[in-house]
């Protein structure tokens, strides 16, 4: 064999070597911004050996379910509160690896341009979870529309509601589905996440806001049994790299904040 065959064979030998150690680490992810964050980091975990496979879901069950049942290795999507809410309801013991990022939650509505015309009587639509809708109803609260009997209440409903002078009528719905019905009601109290996947821009659109100092920070998550695995702790590093913040404020303008 020649020179010039030996180091192709050798080439293609290291190829395969590196091809057949690359680890596959498979994370559940909603669209927007969290699977394209995902993708943007793929390359970068491709040159450390990490084989990232992003499954994307449009609700906030299955990708919960999915880790716990060991059908994928992680997700991201979510926020602490939903985490401790979803672990206490199921049963589950998800754990949180690193937080990525915080998602301004909003008002929204097709109908008034400002929470000052909401009339008496309007619907107003909220998550049907309970970290969610607790989250749109400490909104309200500070956006002065109503009161709620523990104004720090993370999971209110709204027969927490202490005060209600406009006597708002509340609706719990899905959240997936509130942009899809934002033309049905007065105002939706809509995930940003949702928001960005339905053309809003929650920095413009919103007609209320919450501001950066939000604790709602969307964190990776995965099981105590493979939370400290290497090719996890080198995908929380990517997600926390000098060029995911970069990729972030320029790719979200601010509908979608940094929290590293």
Known sequence: MNLKKSMAVLAAAATFSVAASAEELSVAATPVPHA???EFVKPALAEQGVELDVKVFTDYIQPNIQVDQKRMD??????QPY???FNAGRGTELVTVTGVHVEPFGAYSSKIDSLEKLEDGAVVAIPNDPTNGGRALLLLQKAGLITLEDSSKITATPRDIADNPKDLDFKELEAATLPRILNQVDVALINTNYALEAG????????VIEGSDSPYVNILVARPDNKDSEAMKKLAAALNSDEVKAFIMDSYEGAVVPAF
């Not at 809003?200 to 007609?207: G, K, V, Y």
């Open 200 to 207: 809003l821009n929650p920095t413009e659109d919103a007609l």
């Open 83 to 85: 985490l401790d809410e």
């Open 36 to 38: 394209e964050i995902l």
């Open 74 to 79: 992680a997700n991201f999507f979510q926020h």
